[in-house]
């Protein structure tokens, strides 16, 4: 993640002394500015800054009219705020698996995809991209949304173009572990003016800032409070600078090591969906017992079966089915009866067995890394 330093105090100083800390009015210009700067970045005609990550996905649901009665598919494997978000609007989650890449496997879309599916969420974890190529032609076809959740990837691209901007709707996160951070916020981006003012609106109480900027024709509707202050925006603009030469030192950090760990016969680099591109490197063992192994070398990180509430066994309130209220749960009234199984998944729980992550050490030199790696082979 992007190092937090003097310019970021310098930027939330600025925000400070204009003495406007909310987005509302023409005194507000650092939110405005970052939405400006990343729209532009990201090729998407809108970009809404908004309260974390998880605000994101359900605005972006929002917006796309996503509720009850719909289904959506997500992978079994994501931050359990995926499947939550979808719950919180008033739709019914359905559990994809995932494939070698660690992202969802198109097959199983396929496999999944009922009357009632909706829409598409595919998930570029721990910077992995999905195959959108895939994910998007399956989605034209059967005439499904695709909502990216793209907060575990900001300012990562697939094959040239930024995630979260491809699909009809993405979502970004910008807390403490991810690739902006300034403790929590998050974006929504769009191409379409109407889910941009539907987001929007939501994401503000029915759209109050309405009053100070050009009205979109779209009526108001009831909606939160998702709005982000001047001082995040402030500092997040300063991370915008940093996250794409972040991203490339990445970037050639894990190809000198990948090279390195390819040369294993115990193991091999899991497979990705645009390797040129790669910012991340997990290694894929030929059992779960290779993989425990292989976890207790040094510069290997712990196995992905073993990251919580990233693994879809672990969303206990969802498989209960278990919400605020009797009368908010949309599996009362789904089209059809929907139960979750702890194995409904087993490929992605034998993948993630399996699957360990490769600490980059970005903050230590080449040279230490290299040998870290030829370590991990031997």
Excluded at 228 to 243: G, H
Excluded at 261 to 276: E, Y
Aim: charged share 20%; net charge positive.
């Amino acid at each position: 993640m992007p190092s937090m330093g003097m310019q970021e105090w310098i930027a939330a100083g600025r925000a400070i002394a204009q003495g406007h800390l909310t987005r509302h009015g023409k005194e507000a210009r650092f939110t405005h500015a970052f939405e400006h700067r990343l729209a532009e970045m990201t090729g998407a005609r809108h970009a809404l800054a908004v309260s974390s990550g998880t605000a994101a996905l359900i605005s972006a649901l929002v917006g796309a009219g996503i509720g009850p009665g719909d289904e959506v598919l997500v992978p079994a494997y994501t931050w359990m705020a995926t499947a939550a978000a979808v719950v919180i609007v008033g739709a019914v989650p359905i559990f994809v698996d995932i494939d070698e890449t660690l992202t969802i496997d198109p097959h199983d879309i396929e496999r999944k995809i009922t009357p009632y599916t909706r829409a598409i969420m595919p998930v570029h974890m721990g910077n992995a991209p999905c195959d959108m190529d895939s994910v998007m032609a399956i989605a034209a076809r059967r005439g499904l949304l695709v909502i990216e959740d793209a907060c575990q990837a900001v300012g990562v691209r697939y094959k040239g173009r930024y995630l979260g901007a491809i699909g009809d709707l993405g979502a970004y996160s910008f807390n403490k572990m991810k690739n902006m951070n300034i403790g929590e916020g998050g974006a929504v981006l769009t191409g379409n003016s109407r889910y941009f003012a539907r987001a929007r609106g939501y994401h503000d109480l029915g759209d109050l800032i309405r009053d100070h900027e050009k009205p979109l024709e779209e009526p108001a509707l009831i909606g939160v409070n998702y709005k982000v202050t001047e001082i995040q925006t402030a500092m997040l603009s300063v991370q915008l600078r940093k996250v794409g030469p972040m991203l490339e030192r990445m970037r050639k950090r894990r190809a000198m090591m990948a090279e390195i760990l390819s040369g294993s016969s115990g193991f091999r680099v899991t497979p990705h969906n645009d390797a040129d591109n790669a910012v991340s490197l997990t290694l894929l063992a030929p059992s779960k017992e290779a993989a425990v192994k292989l976890q207790a070398r040094r510069g290997v990180w712990n196995r992905l079966r073993d990251s919580s509430k990233h693994v879809y066994t672990n969303w206990e309130p969802i498989l209960a089915q278990r919400t605020s209220h009797p009368r908010l749960n949309p599996w009362a009234w789904a089209n059809r009866e929907i139960r979750y199984d702890p194995d409904m998944c087993s490929r992605t729980l034998d993948i993630l067995d399996r699957t360990c992550v490769v600490n980059l050490g970005m903050n230590y030199p080449s040279a230490l890394m290299r040998r870290i790696a030829t370590g991990i082979v031997r």
